[in-house]
């Protein structure tokens, strides 16, 4: 998919590596699978985002982390967001609560399903 009408190719690069340093801080000692997302603001700020896991199961997604931490510090519009897992033969995808999550700041932005050997 083009989109470099949306995001320029070098942001797109950025944000998949940012992604997938982000699962350096997983804390997933429940399910032993890492998860690591970076959000682009519309002012050229990146949060990233880890999962966050406990014993309860009522854990927060790499995708939210990174939300929450941009919502927080007054972040609402958003260009993009990458998210990367350590599976090397497949994309992964946002879960379903946390695509409600994206879709709460609206569908104009981008979702950039990574690998990790970069691809997307
Ligand atoms: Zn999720």
Redesign the pocket.
């Known amino acids: 998919m083009d989109l470099s009408n949306i995001i320029q190719q070098d942001t797109i690069k950025i944000l998949i590596r940012k992604s997938h340093e982000a699962k350096a801080n997983a804390f997933c000692k429940y399910s032993h699978f890492r ?1 690591g997302a970076a959000l682009l603001c519309d002012d050229g700020t990146i949060y990233t985002g880890c ?1 966050v896991e406990n014993a309860a199961y009522c854990s ?5 982390t990174a939300i929450a931490k941009a919502v927080s510090e007054g972040h609402t519009k958003f260009k993009a967001i990458a998210i990367a897992s350590d599976l090397e033969n497949e994309i992964i995808a ?6 409600q ?1 994206l879709i709460e700041f609206g569908t104009d932005w981008v979702v950039i399903m990574t690998k990790p050997d970069m691809t997307y």
Not at 94 to 99: A, K, T
């Open positions: 998860v999962n927060i997604c790499a995708e939210m946002p879960c379903g609560p946390c695509r999550f």
